[in-house]
T-cell receptor, first 113, second 114 residues
């Protein structure tokens, strides 16, 4: 089982560049999430989606955008990269039924220079 | 808003020692509680979870946690740690039906010395 797949694994961007972090899951999960993990900190929720066509902001959404055109895919876009967005980004998903834990991808390590 | 506090940021133990990692949360309603582990260079893996029922929860790899509602705590325990338990441990909480995004603690970096 592939589970939650994130690409790329590593990326270096220059300030002001844009990029899209890809996330796809093959478990038919309705709910998907994007988190960022900064050194010495826990993960913080950026955006989440409860189904195709529905997205909502989490705790730290500024500087990011998401879309959910299909159940499987939940890309995260950085329009104007800033050094403060240097972080490790994790995508996660879970089923709509209650009492289901979130499954995480391997993460994308992003550096903005 | 929910918050999660993990008491120890760094813990160093010898093999076979007993482990207890503290976790407290703040939220007045019904919560779902989780412990995740992150081995070096890997993604987060679920150790155990609590939604309801028996407050003593058993997880993988010999870990267990006890939910004490009156103390808003969900401490992680293991009677005898192994070198392979070296990792980052995160306590997390969400509310409602369990589909909300998770609120994480800052993590505890556990180092087991052989």
């Amino acid at each position: 089982n592939a589970g939650v797949t994130q690409t790329p694994k590593f990326r270096i961007l220059k300030i002001g560049q844009s990029m899209t972090l890809q996330c796809t899951q093959d478990m038919n999960h309705n709910y998907m999430y994007w988190y960022r993990q900064d050194p010495g900190m826990g993960l913080k929720l950026i955006y989440y989606s409860v189904g195709a066509g529905i997205t909502d902001k989490g705790e730290v959404p500024n500087g990011y955008n998401v879309s959910r055109s299909t159940t499987e895919d939940f890309p995260l876009r950085l329009e104007l990269a800033a050094p403060s967005q240097t972080s490790v980004y994790f995508c996660a998903s879970t089923h709509r039924l209650i009492n289901q834990p979130q499954h995480f991808g391997d993460g994308t390590r992003l550096s903005i220079l | 808003a929910q918050s999660v506090s993990q008491h120890n940021h760094h813990v160093i133990l010898s093999e076979a020692a007993s482990l207890e990692l503290g976790c407290n949360y703040s939220y007045g309603g019904t919560v779902n509680l989780f412990w995740y582990v992150q081995y070096p260079g890997q993604h987060l893996q679920l150790l155990l979870k609590y939604f309801s029922g028996d407050p003593l929860v058993k997880g993988i790899k010999g870990f267990e946690a006890e939910f004490i509602k009156s103390k808003f705590s969900f401490n992680l325990r293991k009677p005898s740690v192994q070198w392979s338990d070296t990792a980052e441990y995160f306590c997390a909480v969400n509310s409602g039906g369990g589909a909300d995004g998770l609120t994480f603690g800052k993590g505890t970096h556990l180092i087991i010395q052989p």
